[in-house]
């Protein structure tokens, strides 16, 4: 069963792997799931079943824990344009 939740942790690390690793049809794939179901995994609509985390724990490095831990604040990529500096 999947279950319903908030943005997590491990949706993140799914959405920062490179392209060729976290492709949603890549993990689909690997767990053998619609690609419906891994896009909502990506976007942390929904969380993985026990056994689709240790397939990815195995190949993509995300932890098991991960899906059960809130997503960690987005660092803002673009440089701060408003500071003036020497």
């Known amino acids: 069963m999947t279950v319903e939740k908030k943005d997590n942790r491990g949706a993140q690390l799914l959405r920062a792997l490179p392209p060729e690793k976290g492709a949603v049809q890549r993990v689909a794939e690997l767990c053998d799931v619609d690609h419906s179901v891994a ?28 899906w059960e831990e809130p997503a960690l604040p987005e660092v803002d990529a673009q440089p701060d344009t408003e500071r003036a500096h020497p």
Request: aromatic share 8%; hydrophobic share 35%.
């Open 39 to 66: 896009s909502r995994w990506r976007s942390g609509d929904r969380t993985p079943e026990t056994r689709f985390r240790v397939r990815m724990l195995d190949e993509l490095g995300i932890s098991l824990l991960a």
